[in-house]
Nanobody, 120 residues
Framework: VQLQASGGGLVEAGGSLRLSCAAS????????MGWYRQAPGKRRELVAS???????KYADSAKGRFTISRDNAKRTATLQMNSLKPDDTAVYYC???????????????WGQGTLVTVSS
């Protein structure tokens, strides 16, 4: 059971990027999914999250610019980032609450980080 993140890269200020997170393995159900980011020298912070029913939460810095969505059938979560700013530069991590069989399997999982660099 794991999460795989993709979609980071280098973009100019004002540009857009789309991050994807895919869950794989024998998973019974997926709870909340979210994207976090960590800039150099800063703590990891929540960017956006989405519940299994589609309810969303955004950091103030992401409101109006970022959109999180999920496809339960494909077990994916996507973060569409528009109007990117240099302050958005960070390593972005996906996170999900995964329910699976096996002792100790269910819990919060992190994908590997994907670097987003926004140039001014």
């Amino acid at each position: 059971v794991q999460l795989q993140a993709s979609g980071g890269g280098l973009v100019e200020a004002g540009g857009s990027l789309r991050l994807s997170c895919a869950a794989s393995g024998i998973i019974i159900r997926i709870g909340d999914m979210g994207w976090y980011r960590q800039a150099p020298g800063k703590r990891r912070e929540l960017v956006a999250s989405i519940g299994s029913s589609g309810s969303t939460k955004y950091a103030d810095s992401a409101k109006g610019r970022f959109t999180i969505s999920r496809d339960n059938a494909k077990r994916t979560a996507t973060l569409q980032m528009n109007s990117l700013k240099p302050d958005d530069t960070a390593v972005y991590y996906c996170n999900a609450l995964l329910f699976c069989s096996g002792i100790g399997c269910s819990g919060g999982y992190w994908g590997q980080g994907t670097l987003v660099t926004v140039s001014s």
